[in-house]
């Protein structure tokens, strides 16, 4: 069971309290540390998001900016790819077990919040993380047999006593998103962006533990293939909600942006962590 102790960071804490049974006052706490930051960042990106007219608008924005960032990889994704050692690449798969040893725990909650044939498109990716109920083939069962497979313990609480903030606020934005944001568009913006951009965001990974003679690799090329299809269906899940009611879309262009940076920020966290490994 994972705790709270003295000297936690914000995020630290944050991601214990999102997988935890909270006594009011942690759940007030919880909420306090999320007024002060992903509500005011979400704020920062609405108020810059394009004021659509039409949901094809904001697709076509949405695939131009996919576009642009699998165009320019950056220079963490190259090293990556092409230069890390077995250790540093080892650092930079310690620094994301917070996400992949839980992967997708923190988006059931979206699935209450949304209409029956949005929920539907959700749950058909949902179901596919969760290894359609193969054992075998969940997700984070695939990021465990990584991390046995390099010789790292598979146990949750051994990483979150060592991640960085960035990789906490990676995950702890997917529970905002999905339980408490003040509408579902949000989540739905978030989540079609991040389907999307997997398809070239883990070829460095994926290139990386071939080069390195990984052998457990399949948590990163599965989804090299089948997040073409998650990304349609979360393409259906917006068009759904829009034949329920009107949507907004800046608050699904927020998602968007909102996402592509947090975990911006926790790939370069990661990486740079790496770099700092001798090599």
Request: with cysteine; proline share 4%; glycine share 6%.
């Given at each position: 069971m994972l705790e709270v102790r003295p000297g936690d960071s914000v995020q630290?804490?944050?991601y214990v309290y999102n997988r935890s049974v909270l006594t009011?006052?942690?759940?007030?706490?919880?909420?306090?540390?999320?007024?002060d930051w992903v509500v005011p960042l979400a704020?920062?990106?609405?108020?810059?998001?394009?004021?659509?007219?039409?949901?094809?608008?904001?697709?076509?924005?949405?695939?131009?900016?996919?576009?642009?960032?699998?165009?320019?990889?950056?220079?963490?994704?190259?090293?990556?790819?092409?230069?890390?050692?077995?250790?540093?690449?080892?650092?930079?798969?310690?620094?994301?077990?917070?996400?992949?040893?839980?992967?997708?725990?923190?988006?059931?909650?979206?699935?209450?919040?949304?209409?029956?044939?949005?929920r539907m498109a959700v749950l058909r990716?949902?179901?596919?993380e969760f290894g359609c109920g193969n054992d075998d083939m969940e997700h984070s069962r695939l990021y465990r047999d990584l991390v046995t497979?390099?010789?790292?313990?598979?146990?949750?609480?051994?990483?979150?006593?060592?991640?960085?903030e960035a990789s906490f606020a990676y995950v702890n934005l997917f529970h905002w998103l999905a339980d408490r944001a003040p509408e579902p568009e949000y989540f739905l913006g978030a989540y079609a962006y991040f389907e999307a951009?997997?398809?070239?965001?883990?070829?460095p990974?994926?290139?990386?533990?071939?080069?390195?003679?990984?052998s457990n690799d399949r948590y990163y090329t599965e989804h090299l293939y089948i997040d073409s299809f998650h990304s349609k269906q979360m393409q259906t899940a917006i068009r759904a909600l829009g034949e329920h009611r009107e949507v907004d879309l800046a608050k699904v262009?927020?998602?968007?942006?909102?996402?592509?940076?947090?975990?911006?920020?926790?790939?370069?966290?990661?990486?740079?962590?790496?770099?700092?490994?001798?090599a």
């Open positions: 630290k804490r944050l009011p006052e942690r759940y007030a706490e919880l909420c306090e540390i999320e007024r704020a920062e990106h609405e108020e810059r998001a394009p004021r659509f007219g039409f949901r094809i608008e904001l697709i076509d924005a949405l695939h131009d900016l996919l576009g642009k960032e699998q165009a320019n990889p950056s220079g963490d994704e190259r090293f990556l790819a092409e230069e890390a050692t077995l250790d540093q690449f080892k650092t930079v798969v310690a620094e994301f077990a917070v996400d992949g040893l839980v992967e997708s725990q923190s988006h059931i909650g979206i699935l209450r919040r949304l209409p029956s044939k949005a990716v949902l179901i596919d497979e390099l010789g790292m313990p598979a146990d949750l609480q051994h990483y979150v006593d060592r991640a960085g951009s997997v398809l070239y965001a883990f070829k990974f994926a290139a990386a533990a071939k080069r390195l003679g990984i262009w927020t998602g968007v942006t909102l996402t592509s940076a947090v975990i911006a920020e926790a790939t370069e966290a990661a990486v740079g962590r790496a770099r700092k490994v001798p």
